[in-house]
């Protein structure tokens, strides 16, 4: 049984995203480092003014927030992804957790893509080239972990140029939902994780309806699919319930102090 990370994309910030991240070692560095690559900082940028006025702001937040929700959970959750998948630009996030992009080059990447619609001297379309050439100077990576593209639901292993592709033309193009929830559910994973700050994506996507019982977890998902929204479970009960999704025999004596969820 296999695991899928779910990155959402512009839509889903809200004011104080950044300051309600998972509270692990791994998220404080993605902060740290986000900190540190963005010019004056990322502390101040999930503020409700901002993220309304600002793309650079909305594109950087989501970014930063998205890969530490992700770290938190494969760095002191020991959680990693078999498939990762991101709506729009969810799909940087999604490129970094697959070890195609480093924190500081998506920084980069999404503040250009950012500052180039702010402007809005160009149509999408010609800044979708734009976003081609900024990642044509990026070192291409071999990967592992399966990426689906956002502009199309394409399910790419062992292909850094077609996963650049997606991330250039994704400015330009809707994200494909029907075709991202198609391709998840194709692959068969057994837990679909939506990362910060997304909550109703898996449900948006018709991958799950509205959860009703175990917090953060939804349930009527495609052939015993579930979808579990860190901010919403909480990184610990997320990272629990992939374990136990992945390996049942794993859950074998956690809920022995505790009444485990009906579903599960």
């Known amino acids: 049984m296999s695991i899928a990370f779910l990155f959402p994309g512009l839509g889903a910030q809200r004011a104080g995203m950044l300051h309600r991240l998972p509270d692990t070692a791994a998220a404080a560095t993605v902060l740290a480092e986000a900190e540190w690559a963005h010019p004056g900082g990322v502390a101040e940028l999930d503020t409700a003014a901002a993220l309304e006025e600002s793309e650079v702001a909305r594109h950087v937040a989501l970014l930063t927030a998205g890969v530490a929700g992700a770290r938190a959970l494969t760095e002191d959750e020991g959680v990693t ?62 990967h592992s972990v399966a990426y689906v593209t956002t502009t199309g639901g394409q399910v790419l292993r062992g292909d850094a140029n077609g996963v650049f592709d997606d991330l250039a033309r994704c400015v330009a193009l809707p994200p494909a939902g029907e075709r991202i929830a198609a391709a998840l559910a194709a692959d068969v994973p057994s837990v679909v994780v939506e990362l ?69």
């Open 81 to 142: 992804p078999d498939v990762v998948a991101g709506y729009g630009l969810g799909g940087f996030a999604a490129a970094v957790t697959a070890g195609l992009l480093t924190l500081e080059e998506a920084l980069r990447a999404v503040r250009v893509r950012a500052e180039l619609l702010e402007r809005a001297e160009e149509s999408v379309h010609d800044i979708g080239i734009r976003m081609a050439q900024h990642l044509a100077t990026v070192r291409r990576r071999t």
């Open 196 to 264: 910060p700050p997304g909550r109703e994506l898996g449900v948006r996507l018709g991958l799950a309806e509205a959860d009703e019982e175990p917090p953060g977890e939804d349930a009527g998902a495609p052939d015993g699919l579930r979808v579990i929204a860190v901010e919403k479970a909480g990184i610990a009960e997320a990272a629990r319930a992939a374990r136990v999704h992945r390996d049942p025999a794993a859950g074998a004596g956690i809920w022995e102090d505790a009444e485990a969820p009906a579903d599960w």
